[in-house]
């Protein structure tokens, strides 16, 4: 079983910096992605950016340009946050997604808070 572990949240003011960091327990190296997601309260959980054991990224429109998702080896992941705003506030969850089987393993979230 996949299991993830977050750390790199924080409270900062509006327009400051934060940097995720996320690391799998398992080496799974066939087809898989890698990424981050948040949910304030009251809301649903949405997707803040991916990237793919190939590579490929994809960023929530709200987030291109300020956020930048990295993948240094096939189990961990950053996610560089900059220029922050209130509405990034939320607890942002590590996603591994095994791609063979379309099954999703999540971490136990990191609070983000951006004041104005």
């Known amino acids: 079983q996949v299991q993830l572990v977050e750390s790199g949240g924080g409270s900062v003011q509006a327009g400051g910096s934060l940097r995720l960091s996320c690391a799998a327990s398992?080496?799974?190296?066939?087809?898989?992605?890698m990424g981050w997601y948040r949910q304030a309260p009251g809301k649903q959980r949405e997707l803040v950016a991916t990237?793919?054991?190939?590579?490929?990224t994809n960023y929530a429109d709200s987030v291109k340009g300020r956020f930048t998702i990295s993948r240094h080896n096939a189990n961990t992941v950053y996610l560089q946050m900059n220029s922050l705003k209130p509405e990034d506030t939320a607890v942002y969850y590590c996603?591994?997604?095994?791609?063979?089987?379309?099954?999703?393993?999540w971490g136990q979230g990191t609070q983000v808070t951006v004041s104005s």
């Open positions: 996603n591994f997604r095994d791609s063979y089987y379309s099954r999703d393993y």
């Open positions: 990237i793919t054991s190939g590579g490929s």
């Open positions: 398992a080496n799974i190296f066939r087809m898989n992605s």
